[in-house]
């Protein structure tokens, strides 16, 4: 299979169906938002831009099998299969709050090969295959070289359905806000993952994470020359649940605060 090929497809039906969601922000009523649960929210634009990317990517590529958040088309594992977030950041998107974006990821046999954040207001592209250097608009990007702490901007998510581990995670925050730059929550892990990626950002850590939420963005990062693992300095992040990014210079300072209150 051309990766190549199969990536620079996969980015225009990204754009593409970035530009129907961009369509729909100023047209969005009460009427089209749903709650599926607490603080967790989804909209008519979710699920019928889950049904364009599925569409297309079906076309794009047969037989393959679909991960995706809003359960639009039937779940099933294949050799090839795609894993989308149709609109991360819903409730930025609700309250025409920035970033919100398009993520796809592809894995074959387990390992993600390619992966596509199309961050929207920005109109970004960031895009990686396994046989490429990940690029953001067509241009190479590596994460920083930051390597003391103290430089270190970080990203996070807080917790908005599971509280159970809110204490931990505040005494993480409390570290990092003592002993970093700062740290910046955006609401859309994979924008986060992938501002890691351009070094924008130094480090991101979040809990309650679905695949969809970080399948490209934590491949963007890797490619990029950063180190992604769970909380317990595992490979299980993708579907653990939880999730350290950073570059390599500070990646253990990082962890090792992380994993003092939340590895266990």
Not at 122 to 141: R, S, Y
Not at 184 to 192: C, E, H, K, M
């Amino acid at each position: 299979m051309n990766l190549s090929s199969l990536l620079a497809s996969t980015i225009e039906i990204a754009v593409e169906t970035g530009a129907f969601i961009k369509s729909q922000r100023n047209v969005l009523s009460a009427g089209d938002i749903q709650s599926k649960g607490i603080h967790d929210y989804v909209t008519r634009v979710d699920k019928e831009s889950e049904r364009m990317l599925v569409k297309y990517l079906s076309a794009l590529l047969p037989d393959s099998g679909f991960l995706t958040e809003e359960k639009t088309t039937k779940q099933q594992k294949m050799p090839y299969t795609w894993i989308i977030d149709p609109l991360d950041g819903t409730t930025n998107f609700i309250h025409g709050s920035p970033p919100y974006a398009v993520s796809i990821a592809l894995q074959h046999d387990d390992e993600t090969v390619l992966g596509v954040v199309y961050e929207i207001t920005m109109n970004e592209v960031f895009a990686v295959a396994n046989e490429e250097v990940p690029t953001l608009n067509g241009k190479e990007i590596k994460v920083s070289n930051v390597t003391f702490l103290g430089d270190v901007l970080m990203a996070t998510g807080f917790p908005f359905i599971n509280f159970e581990r809110i204490d931990s995670y505040m005494e993480v925050l409390k570290r990092l806000m003592v002993e970093t730059q700062g740290v910046r929550r955006l609401g859309s892990a994979a924008t986060d993952l992938a501002y890691v990626a351009c070094g924008r950002y130094d480090g991101f850590y979040e809990y309650n994470l679905n695949p969809w939420d970080v399948a490209a963005g934590a491949l963007l990062v890797k490619k990029a020359g950063g180190i992604v693992q769970d909380f317990r300095g595992g490979d299980d992040y993708l579907f653990g649940r939880e999730i350290i990014a950073a570059t390599n210079g500070v990646f253990e300072d990082i962890a090792r605060i992380i994993r003092e209150y939340l590895g266990s």
